[in-house]
């Protein structure tokens, strides 16, 4: 069975510190994979998408970027964070190309990031 | 474009109620639509989905119907339980990602 880890769970940064989240599936393969960000009281905002390794989609301009070294890695960075990156990532996977349109998100656990 | 819009919460209710979570969309086209859930601390899981009109899903006593004269996929329970307590997501399917709306947080007092 597929399944989806996300670390770390919490994180207290510093303003002006870097970031790394990290995303990784197992049990499946050319997986479609998503960054989302849940802010206090807020729905859920989709930061990138990849459809493939080394295949990175922004969909809001930002000082986060995302990068995809292997299949089924999805790393989340930034060189330094702001109070406003605050807030509850979530990472995601659906099937590829072949899964069609109705294929759902599977998410992971999320974390919960503080810049301070 | 793409949306969706969620009625917004708190809601409280106690146990044994009628639950309905009114969710409405705008698209191009007819896309899939999901409920998604979230309890206390966890990552979003997936409830249930409707991939055409007038198809309805349904997973652990909870029920929407796609209505595409209303635009609508209402969530509804006939009697919730203490478990039940979460944030629950309507969305729609892009081209290449969810639509979430923002969310409804119920709770259920015994």
Same mark, same amino acid.
């Given at each position: 069975? %597929? /399944?989806?880890?996300?670390?770390?769970?919490?994180?207290?940064?510093?303003? $002006?510190?870097?970031?790394?989240?990290?995303? +990784?599936? *197992?049990?499946? #393969?050319?997986?479609?994979?998503?960054?989302?960000?849940?802010?206090?009281?807020?729905?859920? &905002?989709?930061?990138?998408? #990849?459809?493939?390794?080394?295949?990175?989609? !922004?969909?809001?301009?930002?000082?986060? @970027?995302?990068?995809?070294? %292997?299949?089924? %890695?999805?790393?989340? !960075?930034?060189?330094?964070?702001?109070?406003?990156? @605050? $807030?509850?990532?979530?990472?995601?996977?659906?099937?590829?190309?072949?899964? $069609?349109?109705? @294929?759902?998100?599977?998410?992971?656990?999320? +974390?919960?990031?503080?810049?301070? | 474009?793409? @949306?969706?819009? &969620?009625? *917004?919460?708190?809601?409280?209710? !106690? *146990? *044994?109620?009628?639950? +309905?979570?009114?969710?409405?969309?705008?698209? +191009?086209?007819?896309?899939?639509?999901?409920?998604?859930?979230?309890?206390?601390?966890?990552?979003?899981?997936?409830?249930?989905?409707?991939?055409?009109?007038?198809?309805?899903?349904?997973?652990?006593?909870?029920?929407?119907?796609?209505?595409?004269? /209303?635009?609508?996929?209402?969530?509804?329970?006939? !009697?919730? &339980?203490?478990?039940?307590?979460?944030?629950?997501?309507?969305?729609?399917?892009?081209?290449?990602?969810?639509?979430?709306?923002?969310?409804?947080?119920?709770?259920?007092?015994?």
């Amino acid at each position: 069975s %597929q /399944t989806i880890h996300q670390w770390p769970a919490t994180l207290v940064q510093p303003v $002006g510190s870097p970031l790394s989240l990290e995303c +990784t599936v *197992e049990g499946t #393969s050319n997986p479609n994979l998503y960054w989302y960000r849940q802010a206090a009281g807020r729905g859920l &905002q989709l930061l990138f998408y #990849s459809v493939g390794i080394g295949q990175i989609s !922004s969909e809001v301009p930002q000082n986060l @970027s995302a990068s995809r070294p %292997q299949d089924r %890695q999805f790393i989340l !960075s930034s060189k330094k964070l702001l109070l406003s990156d @605050s $807030g509850f990532y979530l990472c995601a996977w659906s099937i590829g190309l072949q899964g $069609g349109m109705d @294929s759902p998100l599977h998410f992971g656990n999320g +974390t919960r990031l503080t810049v301070t | 474009g793409n @949306s969706v819009t &969620q009625m *917004e919460g708190p809601v409280t209710l !106690s *146990e *044994e109620a009628f639950l +309905t979570i009114n969710c409405t969309y705008t698209a +191009t086209g007819y896309p899939s639509l999901f409920w998604y859930v979230q309890y206390p601390g966890e990552g979003l899981q997936l409830l249930l989905k409707a991939t055409k009109a007038d198809d309805k899903g349904s997973n652990k006593g909870f029920e929407a119907t796609y209505r595409k004269e /209303t635009t609508s996929f209402h969530l509804e329970k006939g !009697s919730v &339980q203490v478990s039940d307590s979460a944030v629950y997501f309507c969305a729609l399917m892009g081209a290449n990602n969810l639509f979430f709306g923002t969310g409804t947080r119920l709770t259920v007092i015994p």
